[in-house]
């Protein structure tokens, strides 16, 4: 062979950010034997969350037929309560198959209807005249990033079809629009106002693009956001359907941190939609939540009117699924853990009472953790953090930096420093002019008592030169 | 929105027919209540194999971090080994974070280093003067499917771009192709000789295309075959090696059913390559073999003589991390079980006696059902099965059918008639004017005794119009 070979200039384009320069750095330092903090991802128990005991628990007991078999009343000496060996029994009767076989590309039966189960009850939305979920319209992925780009790829027709991206954004967006060729259209949630959404911050881009012969055929939002921590209220999401209704757009809710709200309220995109007949795919995970589940990479897609593909009578639906069929099917142990995180324990059980007790201890941590750090950044000259807190993550904006210096170099040098590893404003997009970083607000207390004092006079040394 | 949508072209026109119109008519039958035997697909565990012990003792102990916790002594209860638990505990504490965090996008590098051990073992290939496996060039994957998909969304770089694909072959490669929207250039192993290859049956195709204008960059071999189940001599591997030398081509070796040789020998093409200088991208996975866990989606790439990427001063394999890190991570349960299958149970114990055993049941059970089968073909009136037996599947050549039926109305027919799923060969690709279809040997015996008369008295009446 000749030893070059011409790659996909889309494939060489493309940029993902979170596992970019910075955390390549980081792997490095670390190899060198530097202690280095991964707050470059949501990851957390590779900050030492421990998982759900309940969920560990029956997926132990899903791969090991034998204490299955033997049931009911034979796991005391695991330490096992019966009612989860009971429910994991269930789940592999459920299953026919178990973990070991391929399952429909859509995923097991009996999980696509405890999702729909789970998004009803979730938002009451046929208490409200609106239409029930469909478990035919649900599709198990491998996390939700799997859906993401079925969808993605199958609405990009051509180099002039465009996607509305919010900027800052998850670079899985921007990096799957660049790989199908798309035109990613950014809007900018208004900062200062804690990146609040209206109809013109929408509108004018959109607009722009249309002008421009880019045809616009999807919205994205998320939330809560990655990377701002942003929750929508309930104003900026039906200015988000009514966009998408009159410019004939589909909505893509990645709705992943819906769990990480710390007791603020918030909504789905399906119970806004109600019965509004404009087309909405969303997404949700089990990496993220209290469950932070993210090696095992399950997740879902619910799609409500789906639009009929042109010049066929099948639905986009279908197309999804065939897409689904070539990548086989999402992995068994993904897809039980959905099953998992939508039904929750058995009720009125000490299993159920431990349940509850961990989820508290889990989210009241990370909202404490993000409440500390953020205590920390008023202590650093020019650092602004907008919004109330959501999501893993914290955006600060770092005001202004030294001559030659932007947020990139700001963060290889909080590495060097600090050993903190963060991923820069520029990696998720961000207006002109500013500078962010991105944090997940996922380490120890008594790291964050540690590390963030040295962030500080870090700081004060940078931004004086 | 538009109650219509533009679709993607290539995604529209993709095909993959092992979940196509025959196994979708299945599910169908299934639902009014009627029996079908799913052979359209080789998914052992879903006719009824059961998952090797050790396997599945590892991966319940990984779960379930309490057990481990207690550790070696403690789990006799269980009815695990002691050598079990250590095993387990050894990999949760290779791995860093267990089965709950996002890994390294490539996968854990203990997972790896295990693979290129078992490469080095297997293949010898240093004993001959040839190189080691790098475990910096070894990508763990869901399932083999994603390291192929990589690998083509790569090297595709525009519309005339091609990869030479043998006829008949596995989906997953025309409709990856199709996406990426390259070239699909057949080559046609020699049916009546056993499948065989050589210079010309490769050749030939090959001048043809760069006659019309394309680059064609790779050629797809699948060792054992998937439909055909052929397995190559090494005299035909020297053949693809040496054209791939001469034409500068990539070799994507699909080896996923390398244990599936029932006696026969097998070579990889590492081996094959020994230090020659020739692109290499070989894929393996935990779905076939004796293992048959396909539901757990683990797989690996393994990457030799990457080229540089044009313009730049990245090798090929740096694009391929790229593409793997916008997916985060493989899930983490095939990763560990890619971590068995290559390194298989603590010697010289009663774990490894039991293994061996279970190993070989499968294995003698499969070779036993695909005779068994090829016997009551030699009962159908020109069916003939050509080669020898390999991988999971027959694909015998179905003769002359009546005016106005192809094998699709064939394979419909059947599964009719019988509740057999199988797959029609234009659904592989074959010969113009043959007739084939593909047949996964799985069922248990008495459900092979039992419709397999009828499939004889079916063929009968069949081709007798």
Known sequence: MAHTVKVNPRVLEMQ??????????????????????????????????????FYRQVLSLLEDPATLVRGRGNAAHLEIADEVVEMAREMVEASLTGPGAYTDSAGFGFVREAVSGFIDRRDRVADRGGVASDPNAVMLTDGASGGAVYVLEALISGPRDGVLVPIPQYPLYSATIARCGGVMVGYYPDEVRGWALSRDTIEDPLRQAQSEGV?????????????????????SMREVVAVAREHGLAIIADEVYQENTYGRPWTSFARVLGGEDVPLFSLHSVSKGFYGECGHRGGYLEVRNPPFVEGTDASLLEILRKQASVNLCPNTMGQFLVHLMVSGPPPDTETAATFVRERRQVLDDLHTKATMIRGFFERMENVACYGETGAMYLFPRLGTLPPGSGDFEYCMALLEETGLVTVNGAGFGQAPGTHHLRLAFLPPFELIEEVMPRWVEFHRRYVSG
């Open 16 to 53: 993902y950010a979170v596992r970019g320069p910075i955390p390549q750095r980081a792997v490095e330092l670390a190899r060198q034997g530097r202690r280095t903090i991964p707050c470059n991802i949501g990851n957390p128990q590779a900050l030492g969350q421990r998982p759900i005991t």
């Open 215 to 235: 045809t616009v055929k999807a919205i994205v939002v998320i939330n809560p956001c990655n990377p701002t921590g942003a929750i929508l209220d309930e104003a």
